[in-house]
């Protein structure tokens, strides 16, 4: 018999709020995180919004000297892993700390350290270079430090797949409590990408939106979508075999049961026609749940806002609930807090366990325009209350990856 894997503890920091209570409040009422984007001066960018997160002062947050020696994603990463696990009532003391494990992802890592270092390395040449420059930029510190500062010392990795950083990170993560390689893991995503070269980066590729309107910018699904908002911040859980948390008469918020992952092998950024490989995780996914398309209440989609990105995602879930799918809600909370790359998929799980939690589907705001190639049930601009038993999320990164878990309204059955 499988062990079974529960949720225990949720931490959120993201452009809607930097508290999970508070990112929940607001994504139940449609709050939008998008606004005009302050981290340096876009006079000379084509893109001028994105979803930051606000009176962010991790000086207070955390230990001063500890967090001059972090990049802003670990910053990040490293606040909602202690809120995460506070909210868990864990104790180290009461914790083997050999089956405790972390396994937080980021896309692309430290990158305002590496945009900074190197102005550094220019203008004041190699000497004036800082020591910390490594330990900061690299995409596994977030794992590391978060080990590091709960004393971690199990499974302890950092996995790189772009978007579904987050994703493949619970998933993963669960497998391995599953599987009885760990009791307890602290898992999902961070990143903190809006800096100069990013924003020219993404804006090259036409990836971005270039709209100036705030509420036109991140509108996924809609037919005048031209792009995503880039965001910042962090999602995280605390997954623990049922057994170890019944042990501590823990709170449960909800369960994971599925979990797929699969690479579409097709294009460096495009997905794969009809989303292919988008519909082989969730089809994986529900085959690791041992559950049928019927059975799932809500999708939390990747839906992104790119034209591709939508129709293929909406293309992928006709192939996998085939009828069915009209009559599941679907939404893009992309909508509120922009794209947070790497961390999308950990902020989107914290958004699954409440929406099971309280029978409530989230919205996808902004929406106007239908497009005839995405018909599905969008949950248009409010939210809904409903019964929800399973919840399906998916995350498709660049490079082809994808992935979907499923999360289950906590019951003892």
């Known amino acids: 018999m499988k062990t079974r894997v529960v949720i225990t503890g949720i931490g959120a920091i993201t452009p809607i709020g930097n508290d999970a209570a508070t990112f929940w409040e607001g994504i139940k009422v449609g709050k939008s995180g998008i606004a005009p984007l302050t981290a340096f001066d876009t006079t000379e960018f084509k893109v001028k919004v994105g979803a930051e997160v606000k009176d962010f002062e991790p000086e207070v947050l955390l230990d001063k000297k500890e967090?001059?020696?972090?990049?802003?994603?670990?910053?990040?990463?490293?606040?909602?892993?202690?809120?995460?696990?506070?909210?868990?009532?864990?104790?180290?003391?009461?914790?083997?700390?050999?089956r405790f494990g972390v396994m937080v992802g980021s896309g692309i890592g430290g990158l305002a350290t590496i945009e900074e270092q190197h102005s550094r390395l220019v203008e004041k040449g190699p000497g004036r270079v800082s020591p910390f420059f490594i330990p900061m930029a690299i995409s596994n510190m977030a794992s590391g430090n978060i080990a590091i500062k709960l004393g971690a010392k199990g499974p302890c990795l950092s996995i790189v797949t772009a978007c579904a950083s987050a994703t493949h990170s619970i998933g993963e993560s669960y497998w391995k409590i599953r599987n009885g390689e760990a009791d307890v893991i602290i898992t999902g995503g961070a990143e903190a990408p809006i800096t100069p070269l990013a924003v020219a980066g993404f804006t090259s590729m036409t990836a971005l939106s270039n709209n100036p309107d705030v509420t036109r910018a991140s509108i996924p699904f809609d037919k005048e979508r031209d792009g995503f908002v880039i965001g910042e911040g962090a999602g995280i859980l605390v997954l623990e075999s049922l057994e170890h948390a019944k042990k501590r008469n823990a709170r449960?918020?909800?369960?994971?049961?599925?979990?797929?992952?699969?690479?579409?092998?097709?294009?460096?950024?495009?997905?794969?026609?009809?989303?292919?490989?988008?519909?082989?995780?969730?089809?994986?996914?529900?085959?690791?749940?041992?559950?049928?398309?019927?059975?799932?209440?809500?999708?939390?989609a990747h839906g992104t806002g790119t034209p591709y990105n939508d129709k293929f995602e909406t293309e992928a879930i006709k192939s996998v609930f085939q009828q069915v799918a009209y009559q599941i809600p679907v939404s893009s909370t992309k909508s509120m807090t922009g794209h947070l790359l790497g961390a999308a998929g950990g902020i989107e799980a914290v958004i699954c366990v409440k929406a099971l939690q309280e029978g409530f589907v989230p919205p996808t705001i902004g929406y106007q325009i239908q497009d005839e190639e995405c018909?599905?049930?969008?949950?248009?601009?409010?939210?809904?209350?409903?019964?929800?038993?399973?919840?399906?999320?998916?995350?498709?990164?660049?490079?082809?990856h994808n992935g979907t878990i499923i999360l289950k309204k906590w019951s003892e059955e």
């Open 375 to 400: 018909d599905l049930d969008y949950v248009p601009n409010s939210g809904r209350l409903q019964d929800l038993k399973y919840a399906l999320s998916n995350s498709l990164g660049f490079g082809g």
């Open 252 to 300: 449960i918020y909800g369960e994971i049961v599925g979990y797929g992952s699969t690479c579409d092998a097709y294009h460096m950024t495009s997905p794969s026609p009809g989303g292919e490989g988008g519909a082989r995780a969730m089809t994986l996914a529900l085959a690791d749940a041992g559950i049928s398309p019927e059975d799932i209440s809500y999708i939390n």
């Open 67 to 98: 967090a001059k020696r972090m990049d802003r994603y670990c910053q990040l990463a490293m606040v909602a892993a202690e809120e995460a696990y506070r909210d868990s009532g864990l104790d180290s003391t009461l914790l083997n700390s050999e």
